[in-house]
């Protein structure tokens, strides 16, 4: 599955250099706006324990990861939904992103300009805002335009779609986000083909300065506050520990970094996983000699679905799924030692896969 989370910000706030201890796509870092002109993108593999403990189990020759893309999208400032700026391209590049890491300055530095001269977290997250529901309200407003007369005719389906689409309008015009409006799921299929920008799901990261980085400061809570009828994740980074990190390749020494500081993982590990979690998904694993792999799915897929990120003939052909639990795996250490102490749940077409399931899929095309 390909998966992308864009990563969105006012310039100045630490996006690029947070993006760079993402990846080894380096995008330029400098102290001044548009420095990212066109996209970047980074494939990031997500962390997961349980891979560690297959592989020391099944001794494979190779073990693949799952990933997930992060696009460092150039600072929008005010404006940008008329096209100040870099706007247009950059609105774009947003709509074609799965999920939003809105990142928001929380720290003070006088060597780091800051657009608009002081350090406001909500002020910041506001502007991002304005802009996106801005030109959402154009595209709603499209939209209306296209099915008014179908709707006047008398079509119920249409008639149903423009109160929906009115809905949006009016609360998108009282500064509200799309993904707020508290609507049956089957009538967001109204603004499915629209891609509506603030209705994408969004993590806020604070970047604080290092001081701040366990607990937080006044910033942090000034967004926390700002975000909690969003029901949205803030996440306390530092970006300036994480490029430090990010330098560092033994496992040993990152832990012994982070001790320092003491953080049991890193800010961006914690960014990945929720990101992850963000857009509902789960990974099940295949395990075997020639590798151990970790495979993303959408949360509720059953198992011919599940199967068929594989390949495509894995779900026309779908027979059963042998599937062990990674608890029992460990337990019995071996697919072998789990078959015979019956630990090999044999599973239909029905079967809801569970996050962490290890699966052998039976197929014939």
């Not at 706030?13 to 002109?37: H, Q």
């Not at 060597?111 to 608009?116: Q, S």
């Not at 560092?248 to 961006?268: N, P, Q």
């Not at 072998?336 to 052998?360: F, N, Q, S, T």
């Amino acid at each position: 599955m390909g998966l992308q989370c864009g990563i969105v910000g006012l310039p100045n706030v630490g996006k690029s250099t947070l993006f760079n201890a993402l990846s080894n796509a380096k995008a330029e870092a400098a102290n001044y706006p548009f420095c990212t002109i066109e996209p970047n993108v980074g494939v990031i593999t997500v962390p997961d324990e349980r891979l560690e403990i297959l592989e020391t189990l099944v001794h494979p020759e190779k073990v693949l990861p799952t990933v997930i893309e992060f696009v460092d999208i150039a600072g929008l400032v005010k404006g940008a939904s008329k096209g100040e700026g870099l706007g247009n391209k950059f609105l774009a590049n947003i709509r074609e992103v799965d999920a939003i890491v809105h990142v928001v300055r929380c720290f003070e530095d006088p060597n780091v300009v800051h657009v608009a001269g002081k350090v406001d977290p909500v002020a910041d997250k506001e502007i991002i805002d304005t802009e996106l529901q801005l030109k959402d309200v154009e595209s709603v407003d499209k939209k209306i335009q296209r099915i008014e007369k179908i709707a006047r005719s008398g079509d119920a389906k249409a008639k149903k779609e423009l109160t929906t689409l009115q809905e949006y309008k009016t609360h998108l015009e009282s500064g509200k986000s799309a993904r707020s409006l508290n609507i049956p799921e089957e009538d967001k299929k109204a603004i499915e083909d629209i891609q509506l920008l603030t209705a994408k799901p969004v993590i806020y990261v604070a970047n604080v300065e290092e001081a701040s980085v366990l607990k937080g400061n006044k910033y942090v809570e000034m967004l926390k506050n700002a975000v909690k009828e969003e029901n949205a994740e803030v996440i306390i980074v530092c970006a300036a520990i994480e490029a430090q990190i990010a330098e560092l390749t033994d496992k040993e020494e990152r832990a012994m970094f982070l001790a320092e500081y003491g953080l049991t993982d890193s800010g961006l590990n914690k960014l990945i996983k929720a990101s992850y979690s963000l857009l509902n998904l789960i990974t099940y694993f295949t395990a075997g000699v020639k590798e151990v792999r970790a495979w993303t799915i959408k949360k509720g897929w059953k198992a011919p679905q599940a199967a068929g990120v594989i390949h495509t003939d894995f779900e026309k052909g779908f027979i059963k799924a042998e599937v062990i639990k990674l608890s029992d795996y460990q337990q019995y250490k071996s697919e072998v030692a789990c078959r015979e102490a019956g630990k090999v749940a044999i599973e239909g077409k029905e079967y809801l896969v569970k996050d962490g399931d290890i699966m052998h899929f039976r197929f014939n095309v």
